[in-house]
Nanobody, 119 residues
């Protein structure tokens, strides 16, 4: 299984970025997916999550109304559209996949992509 993030970078406050997570080696449509982030000195936190079908989503309060998570199961890709970015959004953003198997669960992580928002 491989999850590869892209789309990070440096942006000014108020700007936008779109992150992508390309998945391979897995049945993408059977996995719930999510974006996490970790800022320096802080714990990794959930930013947004989306069900395997894409039918339901949830967001951290800090990003509601600014970020939108989506997925294209035909392309094995998940996205995070980030608008009205502020310096507090600066972090490494990680793609996460979770598959439920009977009595077990498998979690997969990408390598992360840096997002830096300048004031």
């Amino acid at each position: 299984v491989q999850l590869v993030e892209s789309g990070g970078g440096l942006v000014q406050a108020g700007g936008s970025l779109r992150l992508s997570c390309a998945a391979s080696g897995m049945t993408f449509s059977l996995n719930a997916m999510g974006w996490y982030r970790q800022a320096p000195g802080k714990q990794r936190e959930l930013v947004a999550a989306i069900a395997s079908s894409g039918g339901s989503t949830n967001y951290a309060d800090s990003v509601k109304g600014r970020f939108t998570i989506s997925r294209d199961n035909a392309k094995n890709t998940m996205y995070l559209q980030m608008n009205t970015l502020n310096p507090e959004d600066t972090a490494v953003y990680y793609c996460h996949a979770r598959r439920l198997y009977g009595l077990g669960v498998a979690d997969y992580w990408g390598q992360g992509t840096q997002v830096t928002v300048s004031s």
